[in-house]
């Protein structure tokens, strides 16, 4: 295994070799400059694959690759946020409705923590009202959902790049389980098969720079590591005098 491939990070073997038969797929797809484990422009997400393909007299395209090895993992990216934000809004608008009903039927919930009443809080949790408890674990649930597993939708509804791929083992793939507008990439007897192809997201000539430097910068980083340059070797040859 190419140790560029590696994140250094407890990453499986499995995961690894996904990543190189993503790296493989691309370069045999025309993309001709690709990287791994690269930080994105406009996001805090670190893509496993990236890559751009050049096009005659302008600006090429740019592909990110998502490698996923177990079905807990896939989920955990894959929340929509605007259904998700929904669905919060509607349980949020249901604890309101149950916190003003236990007021009325339980007055001896208030806990005399403010001067004024209007502020007066209430402990809820205290009776074990069973409805209450669901609706507080679904509020939970949502929130650490919508705000930690968001980033398939994330990629897209920033435009990260202009194709995304999810590429993943043949007993992991499930039609319903791929988000929309995402491709999927399944590996059978070490190589990868186009399942579904991904939806065209249009991003501006200067994006696409930004990524292709990205690609560029990763690149360099990795190349330093193997040649055994360091901070210092290129700190010492800047200050040599011409």
Request: charged share 25%; with cysteine.
């Amino acid at each position: 295994m190419d140790p560029g491939m590696n994140n250094g990070r407890g990453e499986t073997k499995r995961h690894a070799r996904l990543k190189r038969l993503a790296f493989v797929w691309a370069q045999a797809h025309g993309y001709s400059a690709c990287a791994i484990e690269v930080s994105l422009p406009r996001c805090r997400y670190r893509a496993d694959v990236v890559a751009y393909r050049a096009l005659p007299k302008k600006f090429g395209s740019t592909a990110i690759f998502e490698c996923k090895q177990a079905l807990w993992d896939l989920r955990r990216d894959n929340c929509h946020s605007e259904s998700a934000r929904k669905l919060l809004d509607a349980v949020c608008h249901r604890r309101q409705i149950l916190e003003n009903n236990l007021r009325v039927h339980y007055p001896n919930l208030r806990i005399n923590d403010s001067l004024f009443p209007e502020f007066t809080s209430h402990d809820f949790t205290a009776i074990g009202h069973s409805g209450y408890t669901r609706v507080l674990r679904q509020l939970s649930a949502l929130q650490n959902r919508l705000y930690d597993c968001t980033k398939f939708d994330k990629l897209m509804r920033y435009r990260c790049a202009n194709l995304f791929f999810l590429v993943l083992p043949a007993e992991l793939f499930r039609d319903s389980e791929i988000p929309v507008g995402w491709g999927a990439l399944v590996e059978h007897d070490g190589t990868l098969t186009l399942r579904r192809k991904p939806v065209w997201h249009e991003t501006t000539a200067e994006d696409r720079l930004r990524f292709l430097q990205r690609i560029a910068i990763t690149g360099t980083r990795v190349l330093n590591r193997q040649l055994e340059i360091t901070l210092d070797d290129i700190i010492a040859e800047r200050c040599r005098p011409f």
